[in-house]
């Protein structure tokens, strides 16, 4: 098993631009979702799903998009990059939502 | 409101000395309670959990924790730590939340360890 696995481990981006962070999972766990992880505030639940098909947000879920078309991937899309979304971003997957949670490596990001 | 507190937000301890990390809840009912840690540029990785029972847990590295319910509290302890203890602790809480259920996570306390 490779267990979550995020792509890509650092990126810069301009403020405007567009991506998407890539998540996979391998583990057949229902429930995933995305944090960010900034320097005094902890991690902070940005969207999360509970299943193939179904989405919701979390506690700071504005400039961020999800989908959820497979059990397996989870991306996360920035639509228009801002500098307040220069941080580290984690994706984490578990059996249930209150379930042993594995996460990814993370992704940085820099948005200039 | 509900709340996690690591009241530490930087420990330092020498190699071999025995280490407490505290943390603290705020909810009306027992909640699910871990603890994770993060070493430095990585992910974070679950060290223990408590969901119900015995209230002193054991976890991996040597790890171990518990559950005071009269203290809302769930404080991690090791009885001697090695270098490779240095990283980031969090803890985190599993609450009810209307028909759901939800994680709240303290801000980590970073932990140094001296030669």
């Known amino acids: 098993n490779a267990g979550v696995t995020q792509t890509p481990k650092f990126q810069v981006l301009k403020t405007g631009q567009s991506m998407t962070l890539q998540c996979a999972q391998d583990m057949n766990h229902e429930y995933m979702s995305w944090y960010r992880q900034d320097p005094g505030m902890g991690l902070r639940l940005i969207h999360y799903s509970v299943g193939a098909g179904i989405t919701d947000q979390g506690e700071v879920p504005n400039g961020y998009n999800v989908s959820r078309s497979t059990t397996e991937d989870f991306p996360l899309r920035l639509l228009s990059a801002a500098p307040s979304q220069t941080s580290v971003y984690f994706c984490a997957s578990s059996l249930g939502k209150q379930e042993t949670q594995y996460f990814g490596p993370g992704t940085r990001l820099l948005v200039l | 409101a509900q709340s996690v507190t690591q009241p530490d937000i930087h420990i330092t301890v020498s190699e071999g000395a025995s280490l407490e990390l505290r943390c603290n809840y705020s909810y009306g009912a027992t909640p699910y309670l871990f603890w994770y840690v993060q070493s430095p540029g990585q992910g974070l990785q679950l060290l223990l959990k408590?969901?119900?029972?015995d209230t002193l847990v054991q976890g991996i590295k040597g790890f171990e924790a518990e559950f005071k319910r009269s203290q809302s509290s769930f404080n991690l302890r090791k009885p001697s730590v090695h270098w490779s203890d240095a990283a980031e602790y969090f803890c985190a809480v599993g609450v009810r939340a209307g028909n759901n259920r939800k994680l709240i996570w303290g801000l980590g306390t970073s932990l140094a360890v001296n030669p």
């Open positions: 408590y969901f119900s029972g």
